[in-house]
Structure formats: C-alpha cells, structure tokens
C-alpha cells in the first residue's frame, strides 16, 4: 500500500518560515520524482517545486530564491523548506511521487495535503 504523509504545516506570520516534511512508504522512492503542489480556495492546484532522481530541481517564479525542495532517499523522505513566506503562498500544500512505468505511462500518488496559513 502506497502512502505519502505530509507534515510541518501551520499558521505563520508573513516573512517567517515553514518546513514541510512528506515521508513515503510502499513504493522504491529512489526511483520517483517527488513534487510539492499546492491549491489555494477557489485556484488550480499549482505544481510548486519538484526534484527529480538524481536532485535535480524546479520552482514556480513565485518561489523561486524563498523556497528549498530537497530529498534524502535513505530515509524515503522529501522536504520543502519554505522561507519569507507571504500571505499568497497560503494553500493546502500536497505532496505527489511520479514515475514513468515500463509501458511509459506516468504512475502518481498522492499525499492527503498539509495546510499552509500565512498572515499579513
């Protein structure tokens, strides 16, 4: 049974900072990209960050420089280290683990999601 379990979310103030933790079970996560996502009341789910196998990583423009996500295959885990946060980055943040399969169709799981609140 596949499980991502995310934690670290909360309230903050404007401009302080957060670190989201996603811990994976039942699957060989060395081999899955690991994205964070985050949707917002009444927006998209956004893709926020990602980091493929070998750690290379991607932001979203409106993170870029606040936001570090990172990995450590020993423990199954990936983090996204949220600095200078502001009031727009408030979301339900969700973590997901994507793999091509051999058929080369894209597998994706899900984690239940964390909330984010940044006040002003």
């Known amino acids: 049974q596949v499980q991502l379990v995310e934690s670290g979310g909360g309230f903050v103030q404007s401009g302080g900072s957060l670190r989201l933790s996603c811990a994976a079970s039942g699957i060989y996560f060395n081999a899955y990209t690991m994205n964070w996502y985050r949707q917002a009341p009444e927006k998209q789910r956004e893709l926020v960050a990602g980091?493929?196998?070998?750690?290379?990583?991607n932001y979203i423009d409106s993170v870029q420089g606040r936001f570090t996500i990172s990995r450590d295959n020993t423990k199954n885990t990936v983090y996204l280290q949220m600095n200078s946060l502001k009031p727009e980055d408030t979301a339900v943040y969700y973590c997901n683990a994507r793999v091509r399969d051999y058929s080369g169709h894209y597998v994706a799981y899900w984690g239940q999601g964390t909330q984010v609140t940044v006040s002003s």
């Open positions: 980091i493929t196998t070998d750690s290379t990583t």
